[in-house]
């Protein structure tokens, strides 16, 4: 079964920013449209980012303009990149295929904090 490993979380001041990678141990990484998911204390989870097979990117209107969503398929890697962090973005970051056909992974926190 495929794995999804996040990583690069951390605690940061508002303004500040993060880049997240999710690792997919999987080689058939470059078949599948990605997504980043968040999911704040009492909130459902929501789609942040995501990015097809060929390139196209799209973003929560919540997010568009400060994050970047980006992907090696050489390194099965899913990237996310978060500039001007708000409080609002404290929230555990998933990875997952825009279909959520893989297992979720355990996430990564990210707390923006003054």
């Known amino acids: 079964q495929v794995q999804l490993v996040e990583s690069g979380g951390g605690l940061v001041q508002p303004g500040g920013s993060l880049r997240l990678s999710c690792a997919v141990s999987?080689?058939?990484?470059?078949?599948?449209?990605m997504g980043w998911y968040r999911q704040a204390p009492g909130k459902q989870r929501e789609l942040v980012a995501t990015i097809t097979r060929d390139g196209t990117t799209n973003y929560a209107d919540s997010v568009k303009g400060r994050f970047t969503i980006s992907r090696d398929n050489a390194k099965n890697t899913l990237y996310l990149q978060m500039n001007s962090l708000k409080p609002e973005d404290t929230a555990v970051y998933y990875c997952?295929?825009?279909?959520?056909?893989?297992?979720w992974g355990q996430g990564t926190q990210v707390t923006v904090s003054s």
């Open positions: 999987r080689s058939f990484f470059s078949m599948y449209d």
């Open positions: 997952n295929t825009i279909s959520r056909g893989i297992p």
